[in-house]
């Protein structure tokens, strides 16, 4: 079946440091990609997705690029500030009978001024 | 511009008693979900709806029934709590299957401890 691996947290940056969270998957066909983040509290809110091989998605300066190749989907920032303070969760959805989202364990992330 | 709102938000139950949660989304989407999400674990699926009268099995849907009887609304519900049902839950509902309509809006949660 479909699965998701997040690289394990937590992660302790300083603020102005650069990002990266690792996103692997294992999927038949072309999944969608999605980076959802859950602020403190919060339900999760998408924040960047990508629907075909080497599409890149971007929202408030994070990146991830779809990876056919690898099957990787990594976030990055350049420059992280405290308010990214959250937890950060790599999903699909299946190409065919995509009726369900697969989601990794979720990576939380702390930034310290 | 609600959005997909949860019902009730905290809750406490006794091992045994029943409840139900409710979801409800304004957002005229056809599928709808139920997750738990548990430490170190991420979010798990329970039931899913892929439009009005309809209901699948997800991962973990031991424990629990759901119901979509209004195309807006979807039922979680809990005939006897266990304290392994203590979690946060979350609901979900996405527009279609559709490769432009693909990402999932999410419900702020509801915290249940079963004692």
């Known amino acids: 079946g479909d699965s998701v691996t997040q690289m394990e947290g937590p992660v302790t940056l300083s603020e102005e440091a650069f990002l990266t969270i690792n996103c692997t998957y294992t999927?038949?066909?072309?999944?969608?990609l999605f980076w959802y983040v859950q602020y403190p509290g919060e339900g999760l809110q998408l924040l960047l997705k990508a629907t075909k091989a080497d599409d890149k998605g971007s929202n408030k300066g994070f990146e991830a690029t779809y990876r056919k190749e690898t099957t990787s989907f990594h976030l990055e920032k350049g420059s992280v500030q405290v308010s990214d303070s959250a937890v950060y969760f790599c999903a699909l959805s299946e190409q065919f009978g995509n009726e369900k989202l697969t989601f990794g364990t979720g990576t939380r992330l702390t930034i310290i001024p | 511009n609600a959005g997909v709102t949860q019902t009730p938000k905290f809750r406490v139950l006794k091992t045994g008693q029943s409840m139900t949660l409710l979801c409800a989304q304004d957002?005229?989407?056809?599928?709808m979900y139920w997750y738990r999400q548990d430490p170190g674990m991420g979010l798990r699926l329970i039931h899913y709806s892929v439009g009005e009268g309809t209901t699948a099995k997800g991962e973990v849907p031991d424990g629990y029934n759901v119901s979509r009887l209004k195309k807006q609304n979807f039922l979680l519900g809990l005939e006897s709590a266990a304290p392994s049902q203590t979690s946060v839950y979350f609901c979900?509902?996405?527009?279609?299957?559709?490769?432009?309509?693909?990402?999932?809006?999410f419900g702020q949660g509801t915290r249940l401890t079963v004692v």
């Open positions: 957002m005229n989407h056809e599928y």
């Open positions: 999927a038949t066909g072309y999944p969608s």
């Open positions: 979900a509902s996405r527009r279609d299957s559709s490769w432009m309509h693909t990402e999932a809006f």
